[in-house]
């Protein structure tokens, strides 16, 4: 298989990433061979064999619930600290919504 | 005392309570270390000097006072710059977080510090704990403290390389696919990742949520049990930390291996290094002396695991990351027409290239119509891989293999071909995607000048991290940590 530059182009916007023309040359070698690569997991056979997502332990039911009750948490200004842009006890983002 | 920088905790503390020493002159020995050695090491991204003097002086307090010793008491540790350290900057070695300052404690962190531990600084690591070498790093690359011409290994590499050049007695390193347990072979000492969910990951930046851990580097195995004893435990904070009751490690310190069943597969000992082959074949030559019943086993799908963790984990990161769009923190473009625009040219100049090449990859392995070819394929794979060790440990009690197939390479050497990279971590993704515990011990060296350290690797049941500490410990008593 080998991954056109379209292709490069449109998993970048799935992924928010504004790649300029040298990365997009680059990654696309570098992607194909590692696709190339993990094809060989297509060599065994999984019939009947279920997904593993997480590894898990035996546990009591629930047992990952707490309590539902309220606790101090960061204050409005401990939240925003790092924010690039805030304001008004917010964070600050572009207009979003065009006005006619 | 005149050399307060290379001592166990055992030796920490006799000298605290001998009056020996003062933990702020343990505290000061280090800083200064920090200050003539790191330069050429590059272990740390930041120290919080202040700090660690005013938790020593806490600490001299408290002895003052006839307190009891706590288990760290006094103990100088780093911390991998992905774990939260309320008041310190933490940036993931990233230039999407360089301005970070975290607003909480990892509950890692939290557990150091009252167990009495004092914290020197935050170490280096591959990009978000992406990386086999430290040189995705978005500041610098550390160098491996044996050879400054190669690399400490990664993602933890930092946190390696300030333990072995004695610029902190302990440290804390993250594992996802062998982030602990590489660079502790690559810089000749101890690393250790438990059963998945053993340790909390409250305050680890995520990568790869069903594979990451915390875990601690030593120079001995028991400086590690007393570590690991310190941070395992059920969190509430984290709903996958296990609710499991945490052995006292150090109690199984015994060095009586006698009887316990090793099973070494031939899959972890074909296309490697010649000369690291020779070394752990001698480790567990030595193992077989102590009375270990060596046990030839098969792990059949061990060649699939590269495959289906780089799908699972780069998937895993894809998700993760998006998290990054310079809202709510972190770095933000500077120019940008609207918000998308602001999101794309965020993520473009705010993460490196690794960190972006996963990103894409895992992007494109969930993407509509290779769902099910790439991610699910991958998922029914580690299914296969984690029965493979369950099976393996019907006849076994501990696994043992080398940790890395390659030896530490020069920096440089392999930054250009990211597969070439992946496949390095063939000996410790594994674990990873089974899920149970292992840990990277010293194995001698290679033959040349420098000297380059070997790691052997032992993989234990889940939740049996007191046997493989035991076996670990039982090698380190017996001189393996220098077998030749």
Known sequence: MALSEK?????????????????????????????????????????????????????????????????????????????????SGSFKVPQVIDRE | MDNLTNLTIEEIHGALAKREASAEEIARAHIDRIRTDDPRVRSYLSTCEEKALEQARAVDRQIAAGEPLRPLSGVPVAVKDVILTRGLRTTCASKILENYMAPYDATAVQRLESAGAVILGKTNCDEFAMGSSTENSGFYPTHNPHDLTRVPGGSSGGSAAAVAANLATVSLGS????????????????????????????????????????????????????????????????????????????????????????????????????????????????????????????????????????????????SNLARYDGVRYGFRAAEFSGLRDMYRKTRDQGFGPEVKRRIMLGTYVLSSGYYDAYYLKAQKVRTLIARDFVEAFDDVDVIVTPTSPIPPFKLNEKLDDPLQMYLADIYTVTASLAGIPGISVPCGKLPGEPPLPVGMQIFARYFDESRLLQVADAFEKAGGFSVS
């Open chain 2, 175 to 318: 594992d996802t696919g062998g982030s602990i347990r590489q660079p502790a072979a690559f810089c000749g000492v101890v690393g250790m990742m438990g059963t998945y969910g053993r340790v909390s990951r409250y305050g680890l930046v995520a990568f790869a949520s069903s594979l990451d851990h915390i875990g601690p580097f030593g120079r001995s195995v028991r400086d590690v049990a007393r570590t690991m004893k310190v941070i395992a435990g059920r969190d509430a904070l984290d709903s996958t930390s296990a609710d499991i009751s945490v052995d006292d490690y150090e109690k199984s310190l015994d060095g009586n291996v006698r009887g316990v069943k090793v099973g070494v597969p031939n899959e972890y000992f074909e296309g490697l290094n010649p000369d690291i082959r020779a070394n752990v074949e001698k480790g567990i030559k030595l193992l077989e002396k102590l009375g270990c019943k060596i046990v030839p086993i098969r792990l059949p799908h061990t060649e699939y695991a590269i495959g289906c963790y780089y799908i699972i984990c780069t998937a895993e990161a894809s």
């Open chain 1, 7 to 87: 292709e490069v182009f449109y998993v970048a916007d799935l992924a928010h990433l504004d790649l300029t023309e040298e990365e997009v040359k680059m990654f696309g070698p570098q992607l194909d061979a590692v696709l190339e690569y993990v094809q060989k997991l297509s060599q065994l056979d999984t019939t009947g064999v279920e997904p593993m997502a997480q590894v898990t332990h035996a546990a009591a039911e629930n047992s990952s619930l707490r309590d539902d009750v309220s606790k101090p948490t960061f204050t409005q200004e401990e939240a925003l600290q790092n924010a690039p842009e805030a304001g």
